[in-house]
């Protein structure tokens, strides 16, 4: 499978600070990345798709001028929390496929756990 | 609209046992399905996969076949391991919605030496 690293693993901001989560796709080119959201003990919640060159698809009830994400290259997606509040607090996941991979299939980083003080 | 529907966690077993995890899905067409497995404080890794109805996925000791008259696809494995225990996420997706995967709420798995 295809390999993703996320960087960083974990970081503590103080509220109103702005956070920027790096995704990288090691060893193809990712067409499309994905950015997931995920509270203790629950499941994966789509934030926000991500063509490169395009601009961000963000899913209903996610503030894009929060969350702002950018694609700029095959291989690196960032996501940047502005304006953190406590609430942002959250395990950031990113995934990746694209026509190597088949397009159906999504590889995921490790994750990204944010603590807004 | 469609959907995934995992059986309730936690699931506790004893080493050797028999798992199952059960998984249905509502979808409108015929979706790809996916089991993932998320270990603690990583990301989801893909555990397997099947693209169509009667395949059968298999990856680690674990399969899952596409059941697509009773919409299912639940994840097996003949004897579990205490490396085993994890959160395991079933998912479908469609080709032609870019990929976007929609999951089950997940199921958590303790296995006991």
């Known amino acids: 499978g295809a390999v993703v690293s996320q960087h960083p693993s974990r970081v503590i901001c103080k509220s109103g600070t702005s956070v920027k989560i790096e995704c990288r796709s090691l060893d193809f080119q990712a067409t499309t990345m994905f950015w997931y959201r995920q509270f203790p003990k629950q499941s994966l919640m789509l934030m926000a798709t991500?063509?490169?060159?395009?601009?961000?698809?963000?899913e209903q009830g996610v503030e894009k001028d929060k969350f702002l994400i950018n694609h700029a290259s095959l291989t690196l997606s960032t996501l940047t929390v502005t304006s953190a509040h406590p609430e942002d607090s959250s395990f950031y996941i990113c995934?990746?496929?694209?026509?190597?991979?088949?397009?159906?299939?999504?590889?995921f980083g490790p994750g990204t756990r944010l603590l807004v003080l | 609209g469609d959907s995934v529907t995992q059986m309730e966690g936690p699931v506790t077993l004893s080493e050797e046992a028999f798992l199952t995890i059960n998984c249905t899905y509502t979808a409108t067409g015929y979706p790809s399905l996916f089991w993932y497995v998320q270990y603690p404080g990583e990301g989801l890794q893909l555990l397997l996969k099947a693209t169509k109805a009667d395949d059968k996925g298999s990856n680690k000791g674990f399969e899952a076949t596409y059941r697509k008259e009773t919409t299912s696809f639940h994840l097996e494995k003949g004897s579990v391991q205490v490396s085993d225990s994890a959160v395991y996420f079933c998912?479908?997706?469609?080709?032609?919605?870019?990929?976007?995967?929609?999951f089950g709420q997940g199921t958590e798995l303790s296995v006991k030496p």
């Open positions: 995934s990746v496929t694209g026509l190597a991979v088949g397009l159906e299939t999504q590889y």
């Open positions: 991500s063509n490169e060159g395009s601009k961000a698809t963000y």
């Open positions: 998912a479908l997706s469609f080709y032609n919605q870019g990929g976007k995967l929609i």
